[in-house]
């Protein structure tokens, strides 16, 4: 019953316990971010899981690990879901994070967690660690007040996102297509914002099959696989519609051996974003259809789009609801689009109600001077509590 829920919930109260456990919350963020977990060391990224999994239990979390044998492990656990076959038939809510950074081992001697001016640094720290323990902490504020969500809470938290989450992607559909909302611990938008759309990405692969010749003797002879790239990059941007979202960035070119041998290969990788998820279609059949431009090359294509877009409508109504449970909590929440993907799309191209930038506020995700600002983590976890208790 909605009403009684509004009254047992006292905004000003989790925010108060939030702010008295800053401390224990920052300890916490700190030997996370000390564990670097880039995606694909498995052993680092399973230490990780592992931390995680305790800290899920020490809250009373039923927490399995999940094994790939191309990825670290995956972490998915499950809150106030004894009770709820009887008395709470509502479907999950579920809390969606990623363990993995984009940072590899090593980092931390140059870039080590350290706090000063009221931010903390470190790798991963904003994307997306201290999503993570704001996951943990709302939960936790919760239980310690006493309070419960009007049905169970599930949290996955995938270990190769920063890769396109391929390894545990049946998984994370499976959590998603069950629950009746997604909230994603991605960092939040400049100012706090959360992601109410986000682009669909995908990625292609374009390799050109020629053939090598004597660049002095017989130039005739060669069929240049460059030459050829060169004129399909070309053709391939010109298929970007910005005005509807859609852009492509041809980011890696190779080919070739040396200057005097016609090229017999050469190969380019394209990064793709679309807002319409109708473009998806578009996009992948321009590409797979790619004619050579000189007769005797051969292409060969691969790849698509591997997160489709989150739409504004899947996040509305949550945003709406969360917006209102921010202003006793004192914050004017705003909404942001992003041009980055995230599980979030997967979940809401479900159909899946989803919100998304709940994690960290704060700038530089995967740069040298990534940080969060310490004094939005009690607040940030004060929201999610809230939110779990008042959906
Ligand atoms: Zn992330």
Request: a positive charge; charged letters at 25%.
């Amino acid at each position: 019953m909605a009403p009684s829920r509004e009254v047992f919930l006292n905004p000003s109260s989790l925010l108060s316990f939030c702010r008295a456990h800053l401390d224990a919350m920052l300890e916490g963020l700190r030997q996370a971010v000390e564990i670097e977990s880039p995606t694909h060391c498995r052993p680092q990224i399973d230490r990780l899981a592992r931390f995680m999994a305790a800290e899920l239990r020490r809250r009373h979390g039923r927490v399995r690990l999940l094994r790939h044998p191309a990825a670290g492990a995956a972490v998915v656990g499950e809150f106030w879901g004894r009770q709820s076959s009887r008395s709470r038939p509502q479907k999950p809510l579920l809390l969606l994070g990623h363990l993995d950074t984009v940072w590899e081992v090593g980092t931390l001697a140059r870039m080590p967690f350290r706090v000063r001016g009221g931010k903390a640094y470190g790798p991963g720290i904003l994307d997306m660690k201290s999503g993570i323990i704001i996951g943990l902490w709302a939960i936790h504020t919760l239980r310690s007040l006493g309070l419960s969500p009007a049905s169970s809470v599930r949290i996955f938290l995938n270990s190769d996102e920063e890769a396109s989450s391929a390894a545990f992607r049946r998984q994370l559909l499976q959590e998603a297509r069950r629950a009746r909302a997604v909230l994603v611990l991605e960092p939040a938008a400049a100012g706090g914002a959360l992601k109410t759309s986000r682009k669909g990405v995908g990625e292609f692969r374009l390799t050109v099959h020629g053939r090598a010749a004597h660049a002095g003797i017989n130039p005739a002879a060669g069929v240049s696989a460059i030459s050829e790239l060169a004129r399909q990059i070309l053709r391939i941007e010109s298929w970007a519609r910005p005005d509807r979202g859609l852009t492509l960035n041809v980011g890696v070119v190779e080919g070739g051996t040396r200057s005097n041998v016609v090229a017999e290969r050469a190969s380019a990788r394209i990064d793709v974003r679309i807002s319409r998820p109708a473009d998806q279609v578009w996009i992948e059949r321009r590409m797979r259809g790619l004619q050579p431009i000189h007769p005797e090359a051969r292409l060969e294509i691969d790849g698509g789009i591997h997160r489709p877009p989150l739409e504004h409508r899947r996040a509305a109504g949550l945003f709406a609801r969360a917006k209102e449970l921010a202003r006793p909590l004192g914050m004017e929440l705003e909404e942001a689009s992003t041009g980055g993907g995230s599980d979030g799309n997967l979940a809401a191209a479900l159909g899946i109600p989803t919100l998304d930038g709940l994690g960290g506020v704060g700038d530089g995700a995967h740069a040298r001077d990534e940080h969060i600002v310490i004094r939005e983590l009690p607040r940030r976890a004060a929201l999610l509590a809230a939110l779990l208790a008042g959906l």
